[in-house]
């Protein structure tokens, strides 16, 4: 598989599915997406980034370990629960603020917070798994 | 939500709009803490140095947090929370009674003890396999499984305690050990997968998923509806987790693969979820049919004890034997379960808590006894009470505890449950609880004679860990049993209210409908 072709338009593709991977995330709560399926496309653009140019390239990119990704997705989706305790209402009650960055209204939400642990859950087990199944491979 | 800020929406019939009690925060607490402490674990899964430390951290926590759910239902009455403010049955509810509440801290108690030994058992390449988090995700799923009022979470935590018992198992990959967890995961798969299908058609039957709305509506539906499939299904599926005769074969076939405190772990609280989820399917939402079907449990009960207790007697191997004793000690909760009475019931529970701990231990107590002995096979094991006299004072404690005779933990329940046998006139079912007992009696004595009167030699002590964190831990689970075995009284009127709230679910459908609103 490492043909030069494949190996020169690997990390750009790795880039854009990434990029999609955040996009579908964001646009989740109210469309079609969200951070189960996001969390597959990076863990696909990790895995093809992994299949053209090796598996160590992806760790190195990755800078921590998959699985320690994971276990923050984790700590991320349970947090986003428990912020509720402080508003009185019950464990992952969605909250809702409403900031202005730069003049624009951001909805922040922790359902947001909440899919974002899942789309890092899901990145850290798949592409940990992925990895896992090529090094036997190639490295 | 933020779109909907300039319009003004009722949500009252959807949402709670009332103001929380933060005490009600008490029964998921026993969750979430796991699941925060599992996550760190995980990832700082390199820094095996804090682990132990971070993991007894999360279990101090989980008690503590299991204790005070306990104080509060105990205090105040069922508790209950419904997730993300919705209203029930709409929202996930958990739902914490005496039931629950005393099985999650009795869990936790154990889980606690266990992380300790887990210091002296589990060495640096157990912790780069991820012990800790597995072992504390582990915990989240089994006080989840104890708590949730909803039963396809309920499905949701099994799966969540079965996923992170198989990375246990095969901690270390030993050939044996893979070839004890494919029997252990694919059996335990079919019965999920039979319970996820038992659910699915539950909720085509009913349009629910809430077990206190499940309850109100099974008792108000006619014949007409398939409920007693439901209930064979579920007791099926059931039975298999709880290692039933005859779906009991994967238990004694991988229990003694993994590392000693793994076992133990898996002895002292995986089945009695499985139990927990027999007690609430049968006799919460099902009274009815569990009524028809008491024979059948009844006679499951028998063969599971008497066949438990012959598969002892005809093992060579400790750790075998062990499995075998948990699945004799199931089948005596199964006949409580097949009367139903409240006395019945509640010798079920209170068997249920005198078997987390008295497993556990004995588990723990199989592992050091291989270790001095230097040999887990019964036939090169000798000379035991001569070398370790406070170890064989502890092994008879426990043998005696868990064969049910006085004055140790495990008489009470067998009392009750004989006592509500013969309540209702099945003197055969008595008969083999005792005879059970005897045979448990015989196989156990066989190790005592063994292991530890028999002349022998024991392994060299130089190159073996130091006992004292052993001791520490044993005494830890001796206390109670002894302490329970002599004062019965509080563990039996809580048992007794754990049952009684099971026979009337009034008071738990009350909790969760407080107006008896719903659909």
Sequence with gaps: ?139 | MAGMAGKAVDISGAMVTGPVDPADWLVIAPVVIPVVFGALLLMFRKETREHAAVAIIGLLLLVAADAALLAHVLARGHVVMTMGRWLPPFGISFTADALGATLALTAGVVALVAGFYSIRDIGNTGRRYGFYPFFLLMMAGVSGSFLTGDIFNLYVWFEVLLISSFGLLILGSEHEQIDGATKYAFLNLVATTLFLIATGYLYGIFGTLNMADIARKASAVGPTAPIMTLAMLYFFAFAMKAAAFPVNFWLPASYHTPRVVVSALFAGLLTKVGIYALLRTQVMLFPAQRDIIAELIAWVAAATMILGALGALAQSDIRRMMGFIVVSGIGVMLAGLALASQLGLSATIFYAVHSMLVMTALYILAGLMSERAGSHVLHDMGGLYRAYPFMTAIALVLFLAVAGLPPFSGLWPKVFVVKAALDVGAWWLAFSVLLSGILTTIALARVFALAFWRDGATAAVEDLKPLRLGYVVLVALVVPVVWIGVDPEPLLSLSGKAAADLLDPARYIGAVFPEGGGS
């Design chain 1, 1 to 139: 598989m490492r043909t030069i072709i494949f190996r020169t338009v690997a990390p750009n593709l790795t880039s854009l599915m990434v990029l999609f991977s955040i996009f579908v995330l964001l646009r989740g709560h109210n469309e079609p997406g969200g951070g189960f399926i996001g969390g597959l496309i990076a863990a696909s653009a990790f895995a093809i980034y992994g299949i053209a140019c090796g598996v160590s390239p992806v760790r190195r990119a990755l800078w921590f370990h998959p699985m320690a990704i994971a276990g923050f997705g984790l700590l991320l989706a349970a947090l986003s629960g428990v912020l509720s305790l402080f508003q009185g209402v019950p464990f992952l009650t969605g909250l809702w603020a409403e900031p202005h960055l730069f003049g624009v209204p951001v909805a922040v939400s922790t359902p947001m917070v909440f899919d974002i642990g899942v789309y890092l859950v899901v990145v850290g087990s798949i592409t940990s798994i992925a990895l896992a199944l090529e090094e036997r491979d190639y490295d």
